[in-house]
């Protein structure tokens, strides 16, 4: 800025003298020194009595359309003293008189509407391709945009930005230290989601001595964008530091911390966003969700340990107080929700349960469920290849099936009601079903529900399930891998599980099975 108010007070000492060839030639010094409008435009804030006094004394001059350096000279100053209509009569008198001085287009690309001012600025680059020429025709190319309505205006404003971003990137390739541009690119590459190029590009205003919170803010920003968090940080934390009273920060830092899983942070900063904006619903339900979550994950980790240590116990105990939690307001859906994707965890639990018992699955060559129904795998396998006859329990292992909680049944006294009513009108039943019929399992998960917890027949029911569901993935694996072999594009596995539409009634079963007395004296 020093420089550029020497420069000033050139053309101050030039027009005071009343030499308007000086004072052109001083001006057009100062827009040559220019990498952007923004210097240009603070200055003459704060100059503006002088810039009057200017205006006042180019005026004794008279008119002569001769003479090129009056006209632009009285040009810009009617142009900075917001008499635009004066200073475009002026221009266009000197862009008659001469066609190849890159200043006169620049102001004149200044007063008139975008496209005029996208012509007079290619115009300036075709005389003088200066980095700012090139940032100047950036920008008025920017805002050509157009309202979006429909796709083929939002291809349109792509190319827009697209050309926009190949201006700003040449200003970049003539001027390597031009901090504006990297800024507008950055901000043309918001436009169109490349956000990795427009982070790059803040950082590179940083880089270059540009200490603005506005950078920052941006870069955190974009890293958020691309789900780059534990480095979003530190810029939003920066951000705060320059502009503490931004509040917007804070709750940003809070959707940071909780995306990283430090829920005590994420809960401050939602807390101290509140202080401002204490109506805000969608921050109080954040503050509950971080609350819930550090509920889950510390109880996680404790149950965890006890498995790890064989306090089977307590394992089970933290396991009842998480699905037991006032988090899980509707039961049906929320402990799924909490730890439904878990499948580890709720498989520990389940572990837990067996292992109280001193029932150990984890070696099924000794289990003699698994034996047991892994023979009839096998026998039923090689009958099959050999077209023999299968037996009742071959065929009922053969399609055995593990129902999800919105399956629906095909067989029993429940018939066509789906896994998930079914627990509601008696839990009982699935469980006898899982030990007692060769065909039936469910997901390991359903059996986490809280309507299962206490019952006799809850552990051999766990024990039957888990060995079922190995069955299954093992046979799955087989299958697949027999019709790879074969040639066949077919996968078992597509749909061998799938029991979302099953219809499946179990022809084999013994006859007084099939009557509805009884289904209904389990």
């Known amino acids: ?216 803010l941006s870069i955190y920003k974009n890293l958020i964008e691309v789900g780059k968090f534990k480095e979003s940080l530190t810029y939003a934390l920066k951000t705060l530091e320059l502009m503490p009273d931004l509040n917007f920060i804070q709750k940003d830092l809070g959707n940071i911390y909780y995306n990283l899983s430090d829920y005590q942070e994420a809960i401050y900063h939602y807390e101290e966003f509140l202080l401002l904006e204490p109506n805000n619903e969608k921050v109080k339900n954040s503050i509950e969700v971080c609350r819930k979550n550090r509920f889950y994950e510390e109880k996680k980790l404790a149950a965890i340990t006890a498995f790890e240590k064989c306090d089977y116990h307590s394992c089970i105990s933290i396991f009842n107080e998480i699905i037991d939690s006032k988090y899980n307001y509707d039961m049906e859906f929320s402990i799924f929700e909490s730890i439904y994707y878990q499948f580890d965890l709720k498989k520990i639990y389940l572990l837990a349960i067996l292992s109280r018992e001193g029932i150990n699955i984890q070696n099924t060559e000794t289990n003699q469920i698994y034996l047991e129904l892994n023979n009839l795998k096998e026998s039923g396998k090689r009958k099959l290849e050999e077209g023999l006859e299968l037996s009742k329990d071959e065929k009922n292992i053969d399609k055995l099936i593990s129902y999800q909680f919105f399956s629906k049944l095909g067989f029993g006294k429940y018939e066509n009601k789906g896994i998930n009513e079914i627990i509601k009108l008696n839990s009982h039943y699935i469980l006898w079903c899982i030990i007692n019929l060769k065909h039936f399992a469910v997901e390991n998960d359903i059996l986490v529900l809280p309507q299962f917890r206490n019952q006799p027949l809850l552990t051999l029911a766990i024990e039957y399930n888990l060995i079922k569901n190995i069955i299954i993935e093992k046979w799955v694996v087989e299958k697949d891998r027999r019709n790879y072999n074969n040639g066949s594009d077919y996968l078992d596995s597509e749909d061998y599980n799938n029991s979302f539409h099953s219809n499946f009634y179990n022809d084999d079963l013994d006859m007084d099975q099939q009557s509805p007395e009884f289904w209904d004296s389990i």
């Open 1 to 216: 800025m020093d420089k550029l108010l020497r420069m000033f007070e050139k053309a101050n000492q030039e027009i005071k003298h009343k030499n308007v060839i000086g004072f052109y030639i001083s001006v057009k010094e100062l827009f040559d020194k220019l990498s952007c409008d923004c210097n240009l435009i603070e200055l003459t804030e704060h100059k503006k009595e002088m810039l009057k006094e200017h205006l006042s004394i180019i005026e004794d001059f008279p008119d002569d359309i001769e003479n090129y350096e009056l006209n632009v000279s009285k040009a810009y100053l009617y142009l900075y003293n917001e008499n635009k209509e004066k200073a475009l009569y002026y221009l266009n008198i000197a862009i008659d008189l001469n066609q190849q001085d890159d200043f006169s287009y620049i102001l004149r690309s200044k007063i008139e509407d975008n496209e005029n001012a996208i012509r007079d600025l290619t115009k300036a680059i075709e005389i003088n391709p200066s980095s700012s020429n090139y940032y100047l025709l950036a920008i008025a190319n920017s805002e050509s945009d157009i309202p979006l309505l429909n796709n083929e205006k939002l291809e349109f404003n792509w190319l827009i930005t697209q050309k926009t971003i190949s201006f700003l990137s040449k200003a970049i390739e003539l001027n390597p230290m031009f901090i504006h541009a990297y800024s507008e690119r950055g901000s043309n590459y918001v436009k169109i989601n490349q956000y990795n190029e427009a982070i790059i590009d803040y950082k590179k205003c940083i880089e270059l001595g540009d200490e603005s919170y506005y950078y920052y």
